[in-house]
Every structure is written in C-alpha cells, then in structure tokens.
C-alpha cells in the first residue's frame, strides 16, 4: 500500500498506519487496517472533531459567563486530553483557543469574584435592615406598642431572615453569627416586653373587675327603693366612667349587669313619673290658663296695675301645685319672662324718680341753661365783631350744651 496524503494534517502510509502532522514533524495516532487510506483518515478526523466540539461548547459556556472554577478544571481536562491526542486535525489551533480560554477563565475569576462580593455585601445589608428593623421595635415603649401589630411584624421580618438565609447568598460566618444574634436579642426583648405588658394589663383588669364588681352590687340593691335610688345610681354611674377598662369581653358582661340594674331603678322612677303625669295634667291646664292671663303683661306701662295683676296670678299659680315633669321647665320660663318685665317697669319708674339723681339733673341743667345763655350772648358779640374764629368756637360750643341739655330733659 502506498503512503497516502489525502489531507494537510495527516496521511496513511502503506501499513495502514494514520499520523497527524504538527508542525514539521508527524505523530502515528493509530490504525485502521480494515479499511481504506481515506476512512482510516475519517475516522481520526472525527477524533478531532470531537475534541473541537468540546472546546467550543466549552468557549460557549465561558461567554455565558459560566462558574470559573468549572469552566477552569474542563480546560485543564481538555488539554491533557488534546496532549498526544490521537486524531487528526489543526491539534495546534486547538491548543491555541484553550490557551485563549484559560486567559478568559482568568478575567472570568476576577468578575465573578467582584460580583461575589458584591453579593455579600448586598446580602449582608439587607440581612442588617431586617435586624435594625426588629431593634427599633425592641425599643418602643411597651405601654404604647400595638401589641397585633407589632407580632405581626416581627414574625413577617423572621420570615424575611429565613428566605434571605436559605435562598439568599452566604455571608460571612462571623457577620451571620453577630446579626443573628442581634436579630435574636431584639426578639427576645419584644416577646419580655409583650409579656410584661399583658401581665400588668391582667392585672389592671382584675383591679378595674373588682370595682366594677361592687359597684354592681352597690346598684342591685338599690333596686328594691325604686324611684329613690336614682340620685345613689347616678353617682355609682360617675364612679363607673372613672374605674377604667376591664377587658372588652368582661366591660361588656359587667356593663350589661350594671345597666340591667340602672334599667330596673329608671323603671320604677318611670311608672311614678307616669303617675305624677297623669295626676298632675289638670294642674298644667290650670297654669296655662293663667300663662294666657299674665302674658298681656309683657306690654304693660302701668307699673301699679301690672304688678297687682302679677302678684294676683303668682298667688294662684302656688296655690295650684305641681305639673308633669317635663312640661315644668317650659311653664316656668313662660311666667319668668313676664315676671322680668314687670320688674323693668319698676326699675324704670325708680331711675326716672331717684331723689339724688333728680336733684343731680336738675343741677347740671341749670348750669347748662346759665352756660347756654352766656354763649349766646359772646356769639352775638363776636358776629357783631366780625371774628370768624370766636363765631366757630361759640358756635361749637352752643350746640355741645343744648345736646348735653337734651339728654338731660
């Protein structure tokens, strides 16, 4: 068999044996003795196609930016498999793009690793928001919390630790370590605070209970006095507002008990008014009859007859006695208004005649009248005179007296 050079990188020689060649010299890869010059050659050139398949794959996955490490240790497998390869091919290209490959897995390292770290730190941020998150909780003062939703905020936050944990990038064991520990202090101090706040709740409830407790007793046995009761209710009610809260569930059972004995007192009072009402209507058809009588009065200006008039209709109006209850205030406020004007009448009359006043005004009025009659005579000097200024002057004040006289009279 003769040597054959059907293709630039290899050839077969006579005894079926295959070389690659490399460079000036040649490398037997194998042989294929069953077959012709040019399948033996096809089939080390397939070798070779395999072999340059997975640099190529491999060249893919380091632009996809691929973990380093694998993308490292698969050319470091490659190459010892492309050293003494036995196939037939540009061996030497395809050294060259694994060296090119290792010079990226390099870069490849470096980005990968700044983004790592990047990551870290972005995780360790956000690890250390949820942890400041649950320390400003820890430091609210208890007796103003919003206990629900504070709980409910501190587990949602919990929850949050748990996912950036399990699915979040790892941290550095001593920052988890340190931020897990704070985390878990601040959740201790907000569980002690809860407790001790319910706790002492508790027992102001318990406190506010038994007052509560007793005044409820105090109400029900005032029942049995009926009407009577009502000023003693009243003040157990005062006392109710000011004792404070017991709980929502117990307020509402205790309150009920409270008012059904209130309920039971204001009942009684209820049938008596109703009596009272009932015994009491023709005295308010009396006093309405004398409303009507004493209400022309409001137009009176005879103080003499007005008042004889009044004190006729006050006598009457004792004599007839009580009216229902509610129609008392309205009743009296109607005689009220006509008792204030006939005491104007006398007020009146008593301005208009008060000794000392009247000898004060008729005094001033005879020193206004003298003053008057003094500037009327220099007036009639000075437009005899012809002076303008002592004409206005005289003249203002002339008729600053005669309105001083006026208001007097």
Request: net charge negative; hydrophobic share 40%; no cysteine.
């Amino acid at each position: 068999m003769a040597t054959t050079d059907q293709q630039p990188w290899g050839r077969v020689d006579e005894t079926g044996t295959v070389f690659v060649r490399e460079g000036d010299s040649e490398r037997a890869v194998g042989q294929y003795p069953d077959g012709s010059p040019e399948e033996a050659l096809a089939y080390f050139e397939r070798k070779y196609t395999d072999l340059a398949g997975q640099v190529g794959l491999l060249e893919q996955r380091a632009r996809r930016a691929a973990p380093a490490a694998d993308v490292a240790k698969a050319v470091a497998s490659l190459r010892e498999n492309l050293t003494g390869a036995n196939a037939v091919g540009d061996l030497a290209a395809l050294a060259a793009r694994l060296d090119k490959l290792g010079g990226a897995v390099e870069e490849l390292t470096e980005q990968q690793s700044a983004e790592a770290k990047a990551l870290v730190e972005q995780a360790v941020a956000e690890r250390t928001a949820i942890v400041v998150e649950a320390e400003a909780l820890a430091a609210e003062d208890p007796a103003r919390t919003q206990w629900k939703q504070t709980t409910s905020t501190l587990d949602a936050l919990f929850a949050r630790w748990q996912t950036h944990q399990h699915e979040g990038p790892r941290i550095p064991k001593n920052e988890a370590n340190e931020l897990w520990k704070r985390f878990r202090a601040a959740r201790s101090t907000i569980e002690h605070n809860r407790k001790a706040f319910f706790a002492d709740l508790d027992s102001q409830h318990r406190d506010v209970r038994s007052r509560k407790t007793a005044l409820i007793e105090q109400a029900e046995s005032l029942i049995p006095r009926g009407a009577d009761g009502v000023p003693e209710y009243r003040q157990l009610l005062d006392q109710w507002k000011l004792a404070g809260r017991a709980g929502k569930r117990n307020d509402d059972a205790l309150w009920a008990r409270f008012k059904a004995a209130g309920d039971a007192i204001y009942g009684a009072k209820a049938e008596i008014d109703a009596q009272e009402n009932e015994e009491y209507s023709a005295n308010l058809e009396l006093k309405v009859a004398l409303l009507d009588e004493a209400e022309p009065l409001l137009k009176a200006t005879d103080r003499e007859s007005a008042r004889t008039a009044l004190l006729s209709i006050q006598r009457r109006w004792d004599e007839i006695g009580r009216v229902p209850r509610d129609q008392v205030r309205v009743i009296e406020d109607r005689l009220r208004k006509v008792e204030t004007a006939v005491r104007k009448l006398d007020e009146e009359h008593w301005e208009r005649n008060n000794p000392e006043k009247k000898a004060r005004t008729e005094g001033l009025a005879s020193q206004l009248t003298a003053a008057i009659a003094k500037l009327e005579q220099e007036l009639e000097e000075a437009e005899a005179g012809g002076d303008k200024r002592k004409i206005k002057e005289a003249q203002e004040a002339l008729a600053a007296r005669k309105v001083w006289l006026d208001a007097l009279g």
